[in-house]
């Protein structure tokens, strides 16, 4: 069952949590994020775009042909591909890809901080399995908490319990979905925003600006 979403069917998705070699191949561990993974099946590797096949699936300890949506995978042996782009954090899917980038608009919301989130920060993000330094690049909008609508443009600097959009960029590309895109379950457009040891932010990468709310 390779699960129903708003696309049809939803394509298999899953970021790496571990990595290591053997004489023949290359394993990883990850959690099915979507969709069912099958032995014999080709994947792509993001965000190097590389394709692997899947040559045996280990589960809870025993083999397995398939794992299905939120299946924990001890042992994933790949064939055909190189370890370097079999990294932690890296992302492997089946046609449709999830989008690649480095720079995205993010809706969050602020938590508890000591100093305002402003443009310029440096944080530590948070992305499914994948961590990365990346810097808050533009402070886009103010958001209503409780309807999400956009209350004001280019806001100075975000306080404890602010709504908002940030264009946010990584030192590194990753591989993402955007919240609510048809088949997607969500896991791939989830980030946390981390700064000076403390989390200050999370939210979901979106597509465009909210709508204004009426004035």
Known sequence: NSGEGGGGVVPFRASVSDTWSTSSSVCVSLKVNSGTLRVGAKVKVLPAKEEAVVKSIES??????????????????????????????????????????????????????????????????????????????????????????????????????????????????????????PGSLGALSRVILRHAGSTVAAGVIIGSLPPLAPT
């Open 60 to 181: 809870r300890g025993r083999p397995v042909k398939e794992a299905p949506t939120g299946t924990f995978v001890d042992s994933l042996q790949l064939a055909g591909v190189e370890k370097q782009v079999l990294h932690v954090g890296a992302v492997l899917s089946e046609e449709p890809l999830p989008q690649i980038g480095d720079t995205f608009l993010v809706q969050l919301r602020v938590f508890d901080v000591t100093m305002p989130i402003v443009q310029g920060l440096q944080v530590l993000v948070h992305a499914h399995t994948c961590t990365e330094s990346g810097t808050v690049m533009r402070l886009e909008a103010q958001l209503s908490p409780s309807t999400g609508l956009r209350l004001a443009r280019k806001p100075r600097a975000l306080t404890k319990g602010m709504v908002a959009v940030i264009t946010l960029k990584t030192a590194r590309a990753l591989a993402y979905e955007l919240k609510g895109a």
